[in-house]
């Protein structure tokens, strides 16, 4: 199999590492930065934000390699931007789901910066099962009336538009009876609370109560959209393991240059075999997690969720063990200084932790590959 990349590829990949290289997070700073509207603008001006959609819909053609790219970049320079709940989730659900209306309305204002998104899934009970939904959604008036709460919502503090998983019927577990919508995030009976990650992305907890939502905005099928959320999670998971890539590769790196420079008992501590030994460990882990962002990035679009989320789940749960070994590794060889705030190595470990729980954590994934017999098949 190539895996060289296309022309096209090569000068993006060259475009977002050098912005991104440009514009790395000041480890210091304390939730949003006073130019975030002009790196987001940025974004757009490099055409990042219309990489995954269609030329007819206003995007350029890319796929899940160029989303792989972008978010590798993004987590090279501990960037902060709602670029995941965005592009790849909130554009995934019109991409995947929206119908041609949709699509017109609300793409080309992603593509050029112009609306932010997020998706409002997580409830207090629900822990990492997409299924696991209490929000309601009853008819009224030719239309639906939301009422619930969301939690931990990614890029909930600023976006403009929700897409918003509701029960129209069945009992909460119910695979069956899941609808998705697409509302305003400043609709009559929207209140959220913004808060941080631990990393420094904005989050927000998001209550429903007596939303009116048009029956225009309800996204793919009615009482069946278990489906389309879960292969939209599987894009993100995968644009999730190329964003730990891009953090294991700049804390690696980071890691290898302290040992080159620190001075102990007269020499450089990286002539010590034993610290050697575990600087190689931490590039066996990192070339490890690259090679399953790239299966990830491959199986992102499998339209079967039997061959799709076993592939997803792996990789998933292989690049959170290379990233906590990473983590872990570059805060022993560090010592102390790797835990101060104004230092990066810090702030690249939170990155991965926080990444590693995002959409379920290393035990969920395994499970389930384990759900669905595995990776091979016996014979």
């Not at 808060?195 to 989050?203: H, N, W």
Request: net charge negative; proline share 3%.
């Amino acid at each position: 199999m190539d895996f060289d990349l296309s022309e096209e590829q090569r000068l993006l990949k060259e475009s977002i590492d050098r912005f991104a290289a440009d514009h790395q997070r000041d480890p210091g700073q304390h939730g949003a930065a006073p130019d975030d509207a002009a790196l987001w603008n940025g974004l757009a001006g490099l055409g990042v934000m219309a990489v995954p959609f269609a030329e007819e819909d206003g995007g350029i053609g890319g796929g899940p390699v160029e989303t792989m790219l972008v978010m590798e970049a993004i987590g090279r320079g501990l960037i902060t931007l709602p670029y995941l709940p965005t592009v790849v989730l909130g554009g995934g659900f019109l991409r995947l789901g929206g119908s041609a209306a949709q699509r017109q309305e609300f793409i080309p204002r992603i593509a050029d910066g112009s609306l932010k998104m997020a998706f409002a899934q997580l409830e207090r009970q629900s822990r990492y099962d997409l299924h696991d939904v209490a929000t309601s959604a009853t008819r009224a008036d030719g239309g639906y009336v939301l009422n619930g709460r969301k939690g931990v919502v990614l890029g909930g503090d600023a976006a403009g538009l929700l897409v918003v998983t509701a029960r129209t019927a069945g009992a909460r577990r119910d695979a069956h009876g899941i609808t998705l919508f697409l509302v305003d995030a400043d609709a009559p009976g929207v209140s959220r609370r913004a808060m941080p990650a631990q990393d420094g992305q904005g989050l927000a907890e998001i209550g429903f109560d007596g939303v009116q939502v048009p029956a225009e905005r309800v996204l793919g099928t009615v009482d069946d959209g278990l489906g389309l959320a879960s292969h939209v999670v599987d894009t993100a998971l995968a644009a999730i393991c190329a964003d730990s890539l891009g953090a294991m590769e700049a804390l690696q790196q980071l890691t290898v240059d302290y040992l080159k420079t620190r001075q102990q008992f007269g020499v450089s501590i990286g002539s010590f075999q034993a610290l050697q030994h575990r600087a190689a460990d931490m590039l066996v882990a990192v070339e490890q997690a690259r090679s399953m962002a790239m299966y990830a990035a491959m199986m992102a679009e499998e339209p079967d969720p039997v061959e799709r989320r076993p592939a997803i789940a792996a990789a998933k749960a292989e690049v959170n063990r290379c990233g906590r070994l990473v983590g872990e590794e570059a805060v022993q060889l560090h010592g102390g200084i790797a835990m101060t705030w104004e230092y990066r190595a810090g702030h690249y470990f939170k990155r991965l932790t926080t990444a590693e729980l995002l959409f379920g954590d290393t035990d969920h994934h395994l499970r389930a590959v384990l759900q669905h017999g595995g990776l091979v098949e016996e014979v």
